[in-house]
């Protein structure tokens, strides 16, 4: 290649490719001063940086296209390839220069005949490459669901009546509510960051290819930490094509291989909390509900109670108004609007004993009401957030909304902190378990232990409940051995 860089043919050439090389190096010869000029003074220094970046550009793009013209010669030259296809080769080969995005030049074709440069070829609005076609809807978010696949022939066929449009509004609706508001939530921002994956390669998120719904999982499962993130992705995929009527893809045995094997590689032991036993409840109620403490201190005493009592989820308890709860001269009914197994929104009712001892949910559910002082025909919520009256030196309930979750659990670790607890080992799901364990370790009834906690299953209900090591050697205990 020494002789090509210095201008020396190789025995029998072709004259023409160097002759024009002969050319170009002249012309690379009068630019290449130019460069060493440094350029004028000006106000927009803008305008010389783009100068030079033009002739760096120009110098780069005939040093190309000489190397590429050497080697053409070099193999039309070869033994191995004829001369028919070298002088072809040679004749169809184009230098292009790169789109410099700094000076805004457009793209340039060297011809290795001319020497000189050929505009490129621009397609005109007016040329049409293949049958025409509809742009098809692109689907960006959730919301776009219902304007691909089958909701596009629905609006055809009901655009033209009135009363059926009315009723077709509501469609959406509708179908959304099969699901339950924090499911909807959940599977909604899944969708949209599916969306948001697929914008990235030009994927198409609805309909989309199982083989892109299993690399979206992958992809998932690099950074998750639970197999939930994966599975909530999964089944808003394979919700929104069904809501838009199209072909699931997620029903793919790629796509449920790939699930399954990072279920696998993400799986990892679950460390529940430990249940609040009686004893620590007994504490809570001696320091936080004894007859010198205020509206603040009872509030956690008697939520931790009914919680505990009841098997109440978090959000039942929260959710508990005045008016949902009867009180009788042996129990109390608590009326559950709304439950997490309650799908249709029966309502459950909770019953709830006196126990006449100091833990008894009853009575101390019943102060903190008159501390409250929340009338029985009341419909506001009993647990709410507190303010403290300075003129009248007492604690009052906010005319608000229930309390939240991050404050009730912060209230149940501090209260477990001030008794020298662990409070890592603890949560507001620990009140549930507590109770359920301390109900299973009584021997309650399967059926009504089932029914008091709302369960739907054998599995769900034994999975609150953690056996004691005495419960667990009586198994080995009682083999005969």
């Known amino acids: 290649m020494l002789p090509l860089l210095v201008g020396e043919p190789l025995g029998n050439t072709n004259p023409m490719p160097w002759l024009q090389i002969l050319k170009m190096r002249e012309r690379y010869d009068k630019l290449r001063p130019e460069l060493s000029v440094p350029p004028r003074r000006s106000q927009n220094l803008a305008s010389n940086l783009t100068q030079k970046n033009r002739l760096v550009n120009n110098l780069r793009n005939l040093m190309v296209t000489l190397l590429t013209l050497s080697i053409i010669n070099v193999i039309s030259n070869s033994p191995f390839v004829g001369a028919s296809q070298g002088v072809s080769l040679a004749q169809s080969t184009r230098a292009t220069t790169a789109s410099n995005k700094a000076t805004g030049e457009k793209t340039v074709l060297f011809s290795p005949v001319s020497g000189h440069p050929t505009a490129t070829p621009q397609p005109t609005r007016s040329s049409k490459v293949g049958p025409e076609r509809h742009s098809p809807v692109i689907v960006n978010g959730f919301s776009d669901i219902f304007s691909v696949g089958h909701w596009s022939d629905f609006n055809s ?19 959304l509510s099969s699901k339950a508001a924090s499911t909807q939530k959940k599977y909604r921002y899944a969708f949209n960051s599916w969306c948001k994956w697929t914008s990235q390669y030009s994927f198409s998120p609805l309909p989309a290819s199982h083989l892109h719904i299993s ?7 690099e950074t998750a930490k639970s197999v939930s993130k994966l599975n909530d992705a999964f ?3 394979k919700w929104a094509h ?5 072909a699931d893809p997620s029903e793919n045995n790629l796509v449920a291989s790939v699930l399954e094997g990072a279920h696998r590689k993400i799986g990892h032991s679950v460390v529940k ?14 320091k936080y509900a004894n007859n010198t403490c205020n509206l603040k201190d009872v509030r956690i005493a008697c939520m931790c109670l009914l ?18 709860i009867q009180f009788s001269p042996t129990y109390l009914t608590l009326h559950l609007v709304k439950s997490k197994t309650d799908v249709y929104r029966e309502g459950k009712d909770v019953v709830i004993s006196k126990t006449g001892n100091i833990t008894c949910p009853v009575d101390v559910l019943q102060r903190y009401l008159k501390l409250a002082n929340i009338p029985e025909e009341s419909n506001d919520f009993i647990f709410r957030s507190i303010c403290y009256c300075k003129s009248l030196n007492i604690y009052k309930l906010r005319k608000s909304s229930h309390i939240s979750y991050t404050r ?10 001030s008794l020298g607890l662990d409070k890592k080992q603890f949560g507001l799901h620990s009140l549930r378990s507590g109770g359920a364990t301390a109900a299973a370790e009584a021997g309650i009834d399967d059926r009504l232990f089932k029914k008091h906690g709302r369960w739907k299953s054998d599995k769900a209900k034994d999975g609150y409940v953690k056996e004691s090591i005495l ?3 009586s198994v080995s205990k009682n083999l005969g051995l």
């Not at 979206?216 to 499962?221: C, E, M, N, R």
């Not at 069904?242 to 199209?246: D, I, N, Y």
């Open 408 to 417: 009730a659990r912060e209230l149940l670790l501090s209260a477990l902190d």
């Open 157 to 175: 066929q009901v655009a033209s009546n009135n009363d059926l449009s009315s009723l077709f509004k509501q469609l959406p609706e509708f179908l």
């Open 273 to 286: 909390k430990e249940p609040i036993t009686p004893h620590i409840l007994k504490n809570i109620v001696c």
């Open 215 to 221: 690399l979206y999982l992958i992809h998932l499962s």
């Open 307 to 324: 919680a505990y009592a009841g098997f109440l989820r978090f959000s039942e308890l929260a959710n508990l108004r005045r008016s949902d």
């Open 235 to 237: 089944y808003a995929i």
């Open 242 to 246: 069904k809501l838009a009527g199209v």
């Open 471 to 473: 419960n667990r050697l």
